[in-house]
């Protein structure tokens, strides 16, 4: 059964930092991996996709990796700026349950303070 | 090209009623699926739907139901509600053309509260 993690669970960074969040998933037989994000009370934007022969992803500031033998992924975002405070969520789709799926981690909550 | 829209926004009911949330997906979009988010739970799967089709399942119970019009749309239900219900329930498109490539695009969500 896939289960997938995210650490740190919260994090708080001054504006400009460099940093990266974590994600690792249990079963490596994923189709692929996606990042979200996720506004207070809104629906969830996809910001990368990344299938499993790739090893990574990036669209401007954000860059993705995807590490399928050891079960992880991680998410770097560059020169953090406080519109990026949001909850980062990420998704591995995998054949879980009898059934092709979409498993998600329970997310990192960042802020960033100007 | 107008995102997923879902409707209602929010809503509250009483516990034992019956709500139907409505899912328009992306033009061109042929799978949707649904989505729980509670605090407690976070996001869970609850089907997928494709040319009318229910494909995929997650774990719930069978008071809760989907099916999909064959212009794509889709609606949920959820019969006798119970307070453990209350969530946000959030509806994804996709072009499903292939089951492994496709990437989900989300809409805002139906925040449903169960008094």
């Known amino acids: 059964k896939q289960e997938v993690t995210q650490i740190p669970a919260a994090l708080s960074v001054p504006e400009g930092e460099n940093l990266v969040l974590n994600c690792s998933f249990t079963?490596?037989?994923?189709?692929?991996l996606q990042w979200f994000r996720q506004d207070p009370g809104k629906g969830l934007t996809s910001l990368l996709l990344?299938?499993?022969?790739?090893r990574e992803q990036t669209s401007g500031r954000l860059n993705a990796s995807l590490d399928k033998s050891s079960g992880r992924s991680t998410l770097y975002i560059a020169a953090s700026q406080p519109g990026d405070s949001a909850t980062y969520l990420c998704?591995?789709?995998?054949?879980?349950?009898?059934?092709?799926?979409?498993?998600f981690g329970a997310g990192t909550r960042l802020a960033v303070h100007p | 090209k107008a995102g997923v829209t879902q409707t209602p926004r929010y809503l509250i009911k009483t516990r034992g009623q019956q709500v139907t949330l409505s899912c328009s997906p992306i033009s061109g979009h042929r799978s949707v699926s649904w989505y729980q988010q509670t605090p407690g739970q976070g996001l869970q799967f609850l089907f997928e739907?494709?040319?009318?089709?229910?494909?995929n399942k997650g774990n719930f119970p069978g008071r809760f139901s989907g099916r999909q019009f064959s212009n794509s749309r889709s609606e949920m239900n959820v019969s006798t509600l119970e307070l453990g219900d209350s969530a946000l329930y959030l509806c994804?498109?996709?072009?499903?053309?292939?089951?492994?490539?496709?990437?989900?695009?989300f809409g805002p969500g139906t925040r449903l509260t169960v008094t």
């Open positions: 739907y494709f040319s009318e089709t229910q494909r």
């Open positions: 990344i299938q499993s022969s790739q």
């Open positions: 994804a498109s996709s072009s499903g053309g292939d089951r492994v490539r496709y990437e989900q695009y």
């Open positions: 079963d490596s037989a994923i189709y692929n």
């Open positions: 998704a591995a789709r995998s054949f879980s349950g009898g059934y092709n799926k979409l498993i």
